[in-house]
């Protein structure tokens, strides 16, 4: 076609379509996502997909996470710490309004941080707001909270999506009717189908570049690849079946984004079960798991091997995978001095991700290898939190913790590990009184040596965060250091 | 998919006589093979049905794989073969289930027609036929776990009324002939009759209607493991098979199909012998209803 | 006929009050808590007791089985436990695709085997009956969800008509919405088709070899005169009984359908909340299903009953 023949045909188009004139951009997008949150309350609920939906979007935090990571100022445009660490001052930023068009000020900072660590809350991270004695409003626009101890994690603490700032004037709504402080507002919840929202135009910041966006759940892999590929949707994050990611990768309609997330997935171990309390048991199932073949087979490459419960792009990691390389005469010959030298049978219990159940099939197939039985049972997840987690009736389970920075978690002993070390306890609970970086990485190093060496749990890899999303998309994130799908950067470009 | 939602096909043996041989013929054939792979699994398939070999997956047939590889190279004959094993032992046993329960209550109740045992039997069997099958067999395995076992149990529930119905009413129509009379004068108890006169003639009706149950329980175990509560890995089964091919049809459409054809082809083919066997066995056979 | 009627009103009571208790011991015995798996691996165990004493679920169990079935017969299903919602504005949303889905379905099937059925049995033994039957018989044996799956091949990924699941909602136009559920529609509609053409093949060889067909023949006219005026419509009745189970089953079958196709109807809904452990909502609207197929049989049974004072005697 000539130029001026497609000019032609391309403004037919236009006027046939009755859209806005060419040359502006588009301002909508339809981001697609495996789950639906189960509500909207992000301080009321563990569901990641309520973060996705609301974090950075709709509420704020007094601090919130960067793509990277970082902790940077988020409602809170500044703050002080006291001499002790104990007194955190934080500055409210200026004419922050939540949709409801009522004042965000210091008393809704007090009224969230109380809520959220009452006695009848029913925060699913209470322990965040675990070292806060109290809340005190000074001015509208200065709060200062008050810590029983030193904890190094706080501010850390206080971007998770759990923290973000609610008003009491709007919270009984907050399932159905969230109102928070974000770019965006909510505007339409189809149950089983779409969240919708728009740009907010009081908002204090810098105005995002879409005036609205959609939010699509498609759980089904299949039907999430055809939505994809029929341009029914502008980008799918977390995109489930990483087999069908290089046919997406060959056609230039779209982009593939491969970042990190914060999720170490392992092969969880019940340390307190024989024979697995037999650190050269442990050991030896260790040696016994290939992770390329893992990585490979069940997330087709993508993810990164790990040798102990640390992102990798977190730059305290210490990359330990040599301590635990593919050895299956080593793992024989471990399995011999522990005194079964014939193997024996235990449990693998696998929950509904396919990391996990084509994870679950792999690990299983290396360890008969090794001489290693497993009864391989595949739960839902309220079956796997009851048996698994809470009753701890296991032996072996596949998952992938994402929390970020959850390697406290092995100073718990009645954790689903089971987990006792005295050391390592001892040293949690001088890292969480330490706030000099220095001294916390030298610690936390300390921490994912002391887990691989006591083999607790078989590190498997690093999930990788794969999206897909339309060639001219940008400013999505690639990484997921929260689960959060924030859109407020997010712009087409021709 | 339902568990119990087909009695057999009302076939005037009449229309159905020219077919016979051949439907017979062919479902037969069909069905012998299926269960000669089944057989044969247990002593040689042509690789490890666990054999994995991650670099040589999602192979389409060749010399080497006949069927191809799935997601973990695994050779798909191999586990065809092994996962014919899976559904025929869950299907059988389904329908033992159905038949051991509900033929000795379908007895009960014909012999006391109209009597509160009839009518408790009775009511309970439409209960069970009330109940959304599918919906039943996952929250028995919600409670108690997914495995075979329990997929046995979920399906063969739903065989118990229709034995129990097919029971009761060919024997029913038995109770009036002239020869169970003579029995009740002779003094024969009811459990007596049932059990040398009833039975042995509702036996034809038993293996037609058990034909069709396996066939259908075949169905019902694909179904089951499709949604991931049947057989546990690394047990091979169709239906899981097929759960695992679903986001691999676009590269690899051979691990989605083969699965299914295998499916067909052995529903159908005891199907037809369901209903070669109607005809040959009793050509009376109209309508097994109560 | 009165007296039928009571009898059978009597049973249909007891039914279901024995359903209910069946659903509700079944569903409450399940293992997982709604509360804990609302709340993830960091909860702390009172924050799980918090929120199990807001949702309710710290009264004893028999005490909430009382509430649920007091509830459902004012017309009172409860409320979510996940959602938050009343169960009966979740089933009214979810009833918006599963009902359509299912007449759609069903019409399809009728449309495919009436013609079928009525050509086979006009044929009865020549090859074209032969070539129904066969057809008949591999569609039964054929499972919908691969089949569905083989359909999303073809239609959604290599021809790229159809999207391969979802539902845009009847806002977007009635003509999205029934392009969403066409391709389920056929997943679901073929192995009932098989089904409906056996009986309406059978049921009208029955009947062409009644008394008043060859009346009919007698009186003049031609065989087809015959089959169309007098056969078909006598060969309905036992049809549109299994037209009437296929709808009650429908609803609660499609629901690995729904799953294949990820459509927001009833069957998803169960899925989902057994995951979930949202029990009350698995609770009401198994009651549902288990009600709407009771009453279909009931009143199948009544409209019997009042076609032939004979089966009255029957139980």
Redesign the interface.
Known sequence: MTKPLRLLAASALVLAAGLAPAWAQRTDVTVAMQLEP??LDPTG???GAIDSVLYSNVFEGLTRFTESGEIVPGLAESWEISEDGLTYTFRLREDVTFHDGTAMDASDVKFTLDRARA?????????LFASIESVEVVDPRTVQVKLAQQDGMFLFNMAWGDAVIVAPESIGEI??QPIGTGPFRFVEW????RIEIARYEDYWGEAPALAEATF?F??????A???M??E?IDAFMAF??P??LP?FEADPRFQVLIGSTEGETILSTNNAQPPLDDRRVRKAIAHAIDRQ?II??AMFGYGTPIGTHFAPHNPAYVDLTEMSAHDPERARQLLADAGYADGFTTTLKLP?PSYA??G???V??QL?AVGIET?????????W???V??NKNYGLTIVSHT?PMDIGIYARPDYYFQYDNPEFQALMEELNRTTDPDTRTEMLQQAQRIIAEDYVNGYLFQLAMTSVAKSGLRGLWANAPTQAVDLTGVYWED | MSLAEREPAPTPAAARRQALPRSLWIGAALSVVFVAAAALSFIWTPYPVDGMDIPARLQPPSWAHPLGTDHFGRDILSMIMVGARTSIAVALLAVGIGMVVGVPLGLAAAARKGGFLDEIIMRANDLIFAFPAIVIAILITAVFGASAVNAIIAIGIFNIPVFARLTRGGALSLWQREFILAARVAGKSATRISAEHILPNVANLLIVQGTIQFSLGILAEAGLSYVGLGAQPPTPSWGRMLADAQTMVSLAPHVALIPGLAIVLTVLGLNLMGDGLRDLLDPKVRKART | MLRYTLKRMASLAVSLAVASLVIFLVVEVAPGDPAAFMLGINAQPETVAALRAELGLDVPKWQRYLDWVGGMLTGDFGTSYTYRTPVADMIADRLQVSLPLALYALALSTLLAFPAGIYAAARRGKAGDLAVMGATQLGVAVPNFWFAMMLVLLFSINLGWFSAGGFPGWEEGLWAGMKALTLPAIALALPQAAILARVMRSSLIDILGEDFMRTARAKGLTRRQALWRHGVRNALIPVLTIIGLQFAFLLAGAIIIEQVFYLPGLGRLIFQSISARDLIVVESVVMLLVFAVIVVNFLVDLAYAAVDPRLRSRT
């Not at chain 1, 189809?190 to 189908?193: A, I, K, L």
């Not at chain 1, 009864?375 to 079956?383: D, F, K």
């Open positions: 189960p509500h609920g563990a569901a006695e009848d809350s029913t925060n699913a991270q209470k322990q399932k159905s189809v149950q089983g189908d699509k498609i759980s089904d892999p299949t039907a690849f055809s939505a590929m029929a029914d489930p079946a087999e069908n046919q073949a490979d087979g509904p159940r084509r679950g099939e792999i299983a197939a008969r009864e391989i049972t595949n739960l839902e997840w309220a079956q939190l009851e048996e987690f809470t929390e």
